[in-house]
């Protein structure tokens, strides 16, 4: 056989060639001493990125990661679907108008009504007037209530 290349050396330490292919590369490398350093040199060189990518997998806790992936994973109470603006705004604003609108907030306050002969009698009293004449009689319905019991 032919020098196996560094790829099917690789497949080789990971198993991934087919059973001929991974029985040719053993017995090659049974008898291929430049074969072995290069796999030995690999194997090391795998070795090395595995336990380095292990201790930077350590950087975080697996206690702390367990307990954010259960917290992610865990559901939210009922109340904080209430929480995200998109639910927030509206159901505020929905709220605050059914308060103005029950407090009565919106609502015009009666206005005081005037009733219609109170300007008829106005009228017909001021047209009995005549004004700046010295005796003028002034008609009952423009005096005051006190006036009456004072009058010469
Ligand atoms: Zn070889």
Known sequence: MQHPTLNDLIDYDRRELSPQQDALVYAHLLECASCIRIHERETRLIGALRSRLAAEERDLPGAVSL??????????????RFTRPV????????????????????HHPK??????S?????????????????DA????????DTSGDAQP
């Open 67 to 80: 307990a954010l992936l259960d917290r992610i994973a865990a559901p939210s109470p009922w109340w904080h």
């Open 87 to 106: 639910v927030a705004l509206p159901t505020a604003a929905a709220l605050i108008a059914a308060l103005l609108l029950g407090s009565g907030y919106l």
């Open 111 to 116: 206005s005081p009504q005037l009733d219609a």
């Open 118 to 134: 109170y300007f008829m009698q106005d009228h017909n009293a001021l047209t009995h007037t005549t004004p700046f004449q010295s």
């Open 137 to 144: 009689a002034v008609p009952a319905e423009l005096a005051s």
